[in-house]
T-cell receptor, first 115, second 111 residues
Framework: NAGVTQTPKFRILKIGQSMTLQCTQD?????MYWYRQDPGMGLKLIYY???????DKGEVPNGYNVSRSTTEDFPLRLELAAPSQTSVYFC??????????????FGPGTRLLVL | GQQLNQSPQSMFIQEGEDVSMNCTSS?????WLWYKQDPGEGPVLLIA?????ELTSNGRLTAQFGITRKDSFLNISASIPSDVGIYFC???????????FGTGTSLTVIP
């Protein structure tokens, strides 16, 4: 298993440009998540999905969009990049070990710089 | 959102020493996860806890799910240089699918 993979690893955007951060998992996990991590901070949840066709907002969804057309893929879209979106973005997926027992695994991250 | 207070913020210790860190919240959680993050990498899961009072080990690491369900602790015994990194706690409420993360404990091990 490759686990959770993310592309690209690094990207520089100009203000107002758009891009899609890709995330794929091959573990057949139902749940997938997008987080952002600012320097010296913990992770903040942007969006999450509990299955194909179902998405929901996290703590910091403004300026982002997601879709979940398959179990494996959970792309994150930035429509109009702003300097405040400079961050490291992590995708994660999880499964339920048992009732209420969720375990979450992370990808390697995408570093985004908006200038 | 939920606030997880993780302490200490940073630690500088000698190789071979034991390390303790903790995470507290104002809400009751049903799951606590502990991660380690190396520079430029994603967080790697170390230990998962699902029951109040649960004590789980992973090699030299031991974590506990607090009895009140509002806190968790991570201990590292006999630290080595490769323990260097940032350790994060994450908790999940009874209601909802979201995990909330602490701000991390930065660990430096001096050989």
């Amino acid at each position: 298993n490759a686990g959770v993979t993310q592309t690209p690893k690094f990207r520089i955007l100009k203000i107002g440009q758009s891009m899609t951060l890709q995330c794929t998992q091959d573990m057949n996990h139902n749940y997938m998540y997008w987080y952002r991590q600012d320097p010296g901070m913990g992770l903040k949840l942007i969006y999450y999905s509990v299955g194909a066709g179902i998405t929901d907002k996290g703590e910091v969804p403004n300026g982002y969009n997601v879709s979940r057309s398959t179990t494996e893929d959970f792309p994150l879209r930035l429509e109009l990049a702003a300097p405040s979106q400079t961050s490291v973005y992590f995708c994660a997926s999880s499964y339920l070990r048992g009732a209420g027992q969720e375990t979450q695994y992370f990808g390697p991250g995408t570093r985004l710089l908006v200038l | 959102g939920q606030q997880l207070n993780q302490s200490p913020q940073s630690m500088f210790i000698q190789e071979g020493e034991d390390v303790s860190m903790n995470c507290t919240s104002s809400s009751i959680f049903n799951t606590w996860l502990w991660y380690k993050q190396d520079p430029g990498e994603g967080p790697v899961l170390l230990i998962a806890l699902y029951k109040a009072g649960e004590l789980t080990s992973n090699g030299r690491l031991t974590a506990q799910f607090g009895i009140t369900r509002k806190d968790s602790f991570l201990n590292i015994s006999a630290s080595i240089p490769s323990d260097v990194g940032i350790y994060f706690c994450a908790g999940q409420l009874d209601t909802g699918n979201q995990f909330y993360f602490g701000t991390g404990t930065s660990l430096t091990v001096i050989p």
